[in-house]
């Protein structure tokens, strides 16, 4: 059998809900005025820090689908609806088992049971309403996204913290060149939950002001939420295409970036190597950029490997914070923007720049013609993905 | 539809290995005679450091990975890994809310690295020095089933082999009652291409729906049997006992997905 030519892939609809909104028009202007989503957290966790706390009002699931009703289920309901209009379409291309769904979550039900186990350790018992299986497990988001969508083809999840929704992208090229699917929903969506602020507090990695990615003085991440989902088909009208995607593992350390960033260049050039285009010829790239010392070392020492200081880097973790498994996906989007748009946000309180880097890190509204943009996102586990996006 | 012969969702199996108590290989578990010293995953291909940051989960996990590479004569540094698992690392999740709730005490940062679904996937790609690809999944009772397909996507996109590894460990008993739990168990497959450069054991398809006409294999524990992984189990079994047939992947809990297997001339 000889393998199957990954083509590149059009995303003929997409949504994004983050701390900056849940509209195109909220986002874009947010990110054209550089104005931040990060704010203290509505919840106090004894130190001080800023989140990206998503904001719209999220309608609960109703009917049947009630029980599934957690804060990220209605996420993930939320812009499954914001979808629906290009589903619309693919549905009547596609049969419903044709049509995959591949999301991506880090966190996901564990806001749930971290309340419901508050609720033990109080109360001596569960809340009688929690359910392990409808409110814990990643699956039950595959539920919840394959009932609104019609979606009837192969579901999963893929958690692999913060790249998780970066690769279900690739996931998705995979399976409509083996002619499994035609179509899929691709994405994820995480959730802010205290166990992770508690837990990257613990790493020493929480900002106590609003990140500074590349920052000289850049002093750990601002955590966030939200998520995204885009619709790939395997014909259709693309607003951009997928054109490469690069996953790579660091092989290093479970929780730390290689000091040389080793993935993160692996990554960017497999997502180059698949799309075979040149490193000369991507015109900017949003960068992982969490704002601790380790990540954007590594990251930049990658960057600056491959493309010097030639191309304009964001990272709009300022505007988000990071949103850990829904980061990739979010991101991807501001990728697109930019290439539909014609412009880069600023990244947000990256001055002073650490000099050292090696990039050329965007500080400023800057408009161009962005036909290629890459998209990077990196996790625990040395788990890497580079997503390289093109204009049709 | 394509035709048999140029279907680029069909793979074969180059190897197996499994992982439950009282079976560390398949060899035992088909005798049908559990061995009572195997109690606790070793781990063993893990470099030390990881090895104590593994988890029983990440640990059978490796330990069943380990043995189906072996037998698919796979280079570890090189060859993608999907791991599959339903619910992770729930139980290391847990120590975290019980030691920051219950105890009061400050979040371990250690545990907190290794309580991320992918810490298994992790663990396994540090200590084989793999830089290549790595993935985690989960699609509850479905998740064999999902997992194969991952890996058959990539086969017949790099026209290499793919190893695939699914376990679950027990829910802890804090969130779930004790009679609808499972035990530890986990089973891996190395996938290759139909391209007559690679031998293998069997040919697969997974589908979503089929007429099954193979049984699963027959847990003396019903607590096994619960285990969102015992599809896996069962596609071992039936790869390893040489038949020929449809089976299902998830015994009746997930979305009906089928594995249609053939035995490879002369396996």
């Keep these: 059998m000889a393998a199957s030519r990954v083509r590149p892939l059009p995303v003929t609809g997409y949504t994004n809900l983050n701390a900056l909104g849940s509209t195109r028009a909220e986002i874009l202007d947010a990110l054209a005025a550089g104005r931040s989503g990060l704010a203290p957290p509505s919840e106090e966790f004894g130190f001080t820090t800023m989140v990206g706390e998503v904001r719209t009002e999220l309608p609960g699931l109703t009917g049947e689908l009630a029980p599934w009703s957690t804060r990220i289920a209605s996420m993930a309901g939320k812009l499954a609806a914001d979808l629906e209009e290009p589903l619309r379409l693919a549905r009547k291309r596609w049969r419903p088992e044709r049509i995959g769904v591949f999301l991506g979550t880090s966190t996901g039900g564990a806001v749930s049971t971290e309340r419901a186990y508050r609720h033990f350790v109080a109360e001596g018992a569960l809340p009688a309403d929690y359910n392990f299986q409808r409110q814990h497990t990643f699956s039950s988001l595959l539920h919840v996204v394959g009932e609104l969508t019609g979606a009837r083809g192969p579901a999963w999840m893929v958690s692999t913290a913060c790249t998780s929704s970066g690769k279900p992208l690739a996931t998705a090229q995979r399976l409509i060149a083996a002619d499994i699917i035609d179509a899929a929903i691709v994405g994820g969506m995480d959730t802010l939950c205290a166990l992770t602020v508690l837990g990257f507090s613990a790493l020493q990695a929480i900002a106590a002001q609003p990140c500074r990615p590349f920052c000289k003085e850049r002093s750990g991440i601002s955590l966030g939420e939200g998520g995204a989902l885009a619709l790939v088909e395997r014909e259709g009208e693309a607003r951009v295409l997928i054109e490469g995607v690069g996953e790579t593992s660091d092989a290093y350390h479970i929780s730390a970036p290689h000091p040389q960033g080793r993935g993160a260049l692996g990554a960017m050039e497999a997502a180059m190597a698949q799309a075979g285009c040149a490193a000369d010829e991507v015109d900017h790239i949003n960068a992982h950029g969490t704002g601790t010392q380790l990540n954007d070392g590594a990251e930049a020492q990658a960057i600056a490997t491959l493309f010097g200081d030639r191309v304009p880097v964001v990272s709009t973790k300022g505007y988000t914070g990071h949103t850990l498994g829904a980061a990739a996906a979010i991101e991807c989007l501001f990728a697109a923007y930019a290439i539909e748009e014609g412009w880069i946000p600023p990244s947000l309180n990256s001055e002073p720049f650490d000099s050292d880097m090696g990039i050329q890190l965007n500080t400023t509204l800057l408009k161009g013609d962005f036909k290629r943009v890459l998209s990077n996102s990196f996790a625990f586990g040395g788990n890497n993905v580079s997503v390289l996006l093109r204009a049709p | ?267």
């Design chain 2, 1 to 267: 539809m394509s035709s048999r012969a140029n279907d680029p969702s069909r793979v074969g199996i180059a190897g197996y290995g499994l992982w439950m108590p009282g079976y560390a290989d398949v060899a035992t578990w088909l005798s049908g005679t559990p061995d009572d010293e195997v109690v606790k995953p070793l781990g063993l291909a893990l470099d030390s450091k990881n090895r104590r940051r593994a988890s029983q989960l990440g640990r059978s996990l490796s330990d069943a990975l380990t043995a189906a590479m072996t037998q698919a004569d796979v280079d570890v540094s090189t060859t993608p890994t999907v791991v599959g698992s339903a619910i992770g690392e729930a139980v290391t999740l847990v120590g975290l809310l019980s030691q920051i709730w219950g105890a009061a005490e400050p979040a371990s940062p250690a545990a907190f690295s290794v309580s991320v679904h992918n810490a298994a996937a992790g663990v396994i790609s540090i200590s084989n020095k793999n830089q290549g690809f790595s993935s985690a999944l989960s699609a509850d009772c479905d998740t064999p089933a999902t997992s194969l397909l991952e890996a058959v996507g990539l086969v017949a996109t790099t026209g290499a082999p793919v190893a695939v590894v699914c376990g679950d460990e027990p829910v802890p008993t804090d969130l779930v009652p004790a009679d609808v739990g499972w035990q530890l168990q986990a089973g891996a497959m190395v996938l290759v291409p139909l391209d007559g450069e690679h031998s293998c054991l069997a040919q697969l398809k997974v589908t979503l729906g089929g007429a099954p006409d193979l049984s699963p294999a027959a847990f003396s524990d019903e607590a096994q049997a619960r285990n969102p992984q015992a599809g896996m189990i069962d596609l071992i079994t039936a790869v390893a006992r040489g038949q020929r047939g449809v089976l299902r992947l998830d015994r009746g809990a997930g979305r009906g997905y089928c594995a249609e297997i053939t035995p490879a001339p002369g396996s």
